[in-house]
């Protein structure tokens, strides 16, 4: 097919958009559009675990605070009903999951498959803007909690008191230089910040609960004082039954642990269809990455609730936002305080960058196949410039403030596993799996009680969400109009008998008829060729008939495979299906003369009716004006007018 001749890109163009995606190199994110990686090659699960845990782990930064803000006293006892969840519910779903999409592809490509056409395409846009809230809020939240590490540590509070806003968008700044630069050996780097950070958590846990046993009374008080408030052990489970929504922030990395599964090395058995090893591994992956932050989470609740004072973990509190690090300096001294901050502050900005790797590669594996995107968002530095100027945004509406971006988070995160939630019920319900049906809906429901609560108590989020989903709609259904006219066949395949077609007529003139197929009874075809030769005033019965089937209009780029067959004995048809019809035509047109070297030439009825409607109709559904718009997909798609397949209309 032809391509279009541009004049050569200036530098800063061919560097903005060089490569479709520089996170394939070095062991670091895969995007879809990145070279693929070797079969069976990849790291072992534990290693790729710590790429999820960067996201997972460094919740820990904040998850504690945000607990004692939400359950006051109960804090513990919330975080208990949280890891039941975590464990009982969040766990199953994903190592489903895991099962379905071996690839990576995640719950949102399990519902894709689900449904088709336009309704499909924008319940897929729906879930990409709260996956992009999700990913957003998290390098915004974690970038801020950074800065609050950093803010208030005693050895640097006063010289950087009131500059959190600036630290948290440099912070952002910073990681979308990296991304600029290239994100490569993300795994190795990983592993160090996951393991550092993880024993300075086990020093403090350690300690923290060695206080809490020495120091008898500091128990005592906590349960002579949950007694007080609450009167009993049902009153108390029922109050943390309540503001566990709150603490949904604890439930995020399931969602990477699944976009990470291509990195995983499996067996040497394993198959692409069949990737056994691999799924293996992460199921491994997600229980491990599970039990190991349901202990954390725990612990923590449990020694900052009754280690820290109350009103520290409010707003402008030493706690707030750090409430181990609180621990750390106040039980550990300056020395190691500063050290766990170094700790926290790192994988926390390294939190933002799994995140902004997930959006790299989530973005491109539907916008552009949707045709909802433009060219350059195939690339990356044209996207992490998008996506770093929307992060300055959010911090500056946000305020740079953890507290005030924990709704939006948990949203984007529990309508995310909501959504995972219900996907695998109807993947065990197709298989027949009654059982897990049942235990798959059970869990749907607690995740949209969870989902709706939070968005009841903590609009913000859904709010946040409905920004994002507008804007990617809106973006969306304009850059499909843009590119309405592209030529959007990836590749054209002939049958054996669509070949002998062309060979036979490409001694002569090559001469084609666009035919919607009806009853495709000999007086059809005869009625046809006789419409055509009265309407252009030409001799004959050398022609070929093509006949397009449209199957999901919704869909954008696909490869085209023609086959031919002999009707009635006499009439050569041409079949093709595509998502249209214009494009299809125009691909096939495009072909034939670069096979042959000769000018095809194809002759088309006017549609009757409306043009403006016609065209919707070739928006939407494939067809409509078709010879108007196969010659404009021509005419974009060969600039050398001599070079044109004709089209004639009569």
Known sequence: MAVTEHPPPSRLRSWMLEGLSDMGKGGGHTGPHAEPEPPHKGQRWYRVMCLTGVDYFSTLGYQPGIAALAAGLLSPIATIVLVLVTLAGALPVYRRVAEESPHGEGSIAMLERLLSFWQGKLFVLTLLGFAATDFLITITLSAADASTHLVENPHLTSTLHNQQMLITLVLVALLGAVFLKGFLEAIGVAVALVGIYLALNVVVVCVGLWHVVTAGHVLTDWSHALTAEHGNVFAMVG????????????????????????HVKGDQGDTEDNPAGRIRDTKKLLTTAALIMSVFLIATSFITTLLIPEKDFESGGPANGRALAYLAHHYLGGAF???????????????????????????????????????????????????TLIGFLVTWIFNADVDAQGGAYATGVLVLISSAAIAVTIAARKAGQQGWSIGFAVISAVFLYVTVANVIERPDGVKIGACFIAGIILVSLLSRLARAFELRVTSVTLD???????????????????????????????????????????????????????????????????????????????????????????????????????????????TEGSPFHNFLRFFLFGQGEVAPVTREVLREAEPDRTRRPRVHTG
Not at 244 to 261: H, I, Q, R
Not at 350 to 376: D, E, Q, V
Request: overall charge negative.
């Open 239 to 262: 109050v943390a039954l309540l503001v566990f929504p709150k603490l949904a922030l604890g439930l995020s990395g399931f969602e990477t642990g699944v976009a990470v599964m291509p």
């Open 337 to 387: 305080g500063t050290v766990y901050d170094i700790s926290t502050i790192a994988i926390l900005w390294f939190a933002g960058a799994s995140a902004m790797a997930g959006l790299l590669n989530l973005m491109p594996r539907y916008l552009p196949r949707y045709g909802m995107a433009p060219h350059w968002a195939r690339a990356v530095r044209p996207m992490v410039i998008v996506f």
């Open 496 to 606: 054996p008998m669509a070949e002998r077609f062309i060979r036979d007529i490409a001694s002569r003139k090559i001469r084609f008829i666009a035919n919607e197929p009806d009853s495709r009874d000999k007086a059809e075809y005869r009625d046809k060729i006789d419409q055509i030769r009265a309407d252009n005033d030409i001799p004959g019965e050398d022609f070929v008939f093509v006949e397009v089937t449209v199957l999901d209009p919704s869909e954008f780029e696909a490869s085209l495979t023609v086959r031919g067959e002999v009707l009635h004995g006499r009439y050569r048809v041409l079949t093709l299906e595509s998502s249209s019809i214009p494009n299809a035509l125009a691909a096939l047109l495009l072909h034939v003369r670069d096979q042959t070297g000769c000018t095809p030439h194809i002759y088309f009825e006017w």
